[in-house]
């Protein structure tokens, strides 16, 4: 069975940020094919990817976070659990779940940055939505060739 629904979980921490990466995803996958979750950081959403990939229904789970340094904990710690996390979900479930989470070591609250930082998440929804839409072109084209 091919899937045509894609799964998008977002981080609530800097949303006026991570948001703009559903944008770019969007650019590509039309939004009636796209559900769409919110959770609180970046630390919830391999559990969350796993779920989803659990259920059957997408071909892809995109993941999209921004893991600054706050100067209370070691964000790259959280960042390379993230990842880690986000990985284990695909491999554990058969199902692609992809990573749109930044980590940036030099990321300053200002106007600069975060105008920088918004765009560059559009670009890495998109980038995000072509590897969904290449890896299930793949994966159907393997099916169909068993």
Same mark, same amino acid.
Request: aromatic share 8%.
């Given at each position: 069975?091919?899937?045509?629904? /894609?799964?998008?979980? %977002?981080?609530?921490?800097? *949303?006026?940020?991570?948001?703009?990466?559903?944008?770019?995803?969007?650019?590509?996958?039309?939004?009636?094919?796209? !559900?769409?979750?919110?959770?609180?950081?970046?630390?919830?959403?391999? +559990?969350? &990817?796993?779920?989803?990939?659990?259920?059957?229904?997408?071909?892809?789970?995109?993941?999209?976070?921004?893991?600054?340094?706050?100067?209370? /904990?070691?964000?790259?710690?959280?960042?390379?659990?993230?990842?880690?996390? +986000?990985?284990?979900?695909?491999?554990?479930?058969?199902?692609?779940?992809? *990573?749109? *989470?930044?980590?940036?070591?030099? /990321?300053?609250?200002? !106007?600069?940055?975060? &105008?920088? /930082?918004?765009?560059?998440?559009?670009?890495?929804?998109?980038?995000? &939505?072509?590897?969904? +839409? %290449?890896?299930?072109?793949?994966?159907?084209? +393997?099916?169909?060739?068993?």
């Amino acid at each position: 069975m091919t899937h045509t629904r /894609y799964a998008f979980v %977002k981080a609530n921490w800097h *949303s006026d940020i991570v948001d703009r990466a559903l944008d770019g995803f969007l650019e590509l996958i039309p939004a009636d094919q796209v !559900d769409v979750f919110d959770v609180p950081g970046a630390f919830e959403m391999p +559990l969350l &990817a796993r779920d989803l990939a659990q259920t059957g229904r997408y071909a892809a789970v995109a993941c999209a976070a921004f893991v600054v340094d706050g100067g209370i /904990y070691r964000h790259d710690f959280v960042a390379q659990a993230v990842v880690d996390g +986000l990985m284990r979900a695909g491999m554990d479930t058969g199902v692609p779940v992809l *990573s749109v *989470s930044l980590t940036p070591h030099q /990321y300053q609250e200002t !106007d600069h940055h975060n &105008a920088i /930082y918004r765009a560059h998440f559009v670009e890495k929804g998109r980038e995000a &939505a072509q590897a969904a +839409l %290449k890896i299930t072109a793949t994966r159907t084209a +393997l099916t169909q060739a068993a």
